[in-house]
């Protein structure tokens, strides 16, 4: 008897000091966003059905680099990319090949056809590689989590951002 309470002990000691064979699943939420080359980023989307954020930027872009210090980093956009996007990072002034509905580009071809014509913009796809639509500029975080829940529960299928930003307004 002294025995079984001892093992039960240890037991429950595993379970909250995290040690032993016993251990509860600590699955950490992810600390940055996985970027993807657009081939890799399609391909993936296809697999998981999840919706595509194309970051396209330029390497002389000042906003674009203040996306990436202060709004990729961010853990509520991190979270939220990370559970419902797949994300590909685009250089639109770049040379790479790219295949997009059967169609080799270069990823300044792509973005020139896309009528990408400011940096940054993010771009929004169904999995299949559909456009939904194009977002110009520099958001901060709680703008950009707004506009990443905007598209994840498709609320562009029955409004306008705007109409959506009255339903949930930024909070000061």
Request: hydrophobic letters at 40%.
């Amino acid at each position: 008897m002294i025995r079984e309470f001892i093992v039960v002990c240890l037991l429950i000691n595993g379970l909250f000091e995290g040690g032993g064979n016993v251990s509860v699943a600590d699955e950490k939420a992810p600390t940055a966003i996985k970027w993807m080359s657009f081939n890799e980023g399609l391909a993936a989307a296809k697999l998981s059905g999840k919706k595509i954020l194309i970051d396209a930027y330029t390497d002389w872009c000042t906003w674009c680099k203040k996306m990436d210090k202060d709004v990729y980093p961010n853990s509520k956009v991190v979270g939220l990319v990370s559970a419902k996007f797949v994300a590909i990072k685009l250089n639109a002034e770049g040379s790479d090949t790219i295949t997009f509905r059967g169609q080799k580009l270069t990823e300044m071809q792509f973005a020139r056809s896309a009528r990408i014509t400011g940096y940054p913009t993010t771009m929004f796809l169904e999995s299949d590689g559909k456009p939904i639509s194009i977002v110009p500029g520099y958001l901060p975080p709680e703008k950009f989590t707004l506009v990443l829940d905007y598209f994840d529960g498709e609320h562009y299928k029955r409004g306008t951002f705007q109409d959506y930003l009255k339903l949930n307004p930024l909070k000061p």
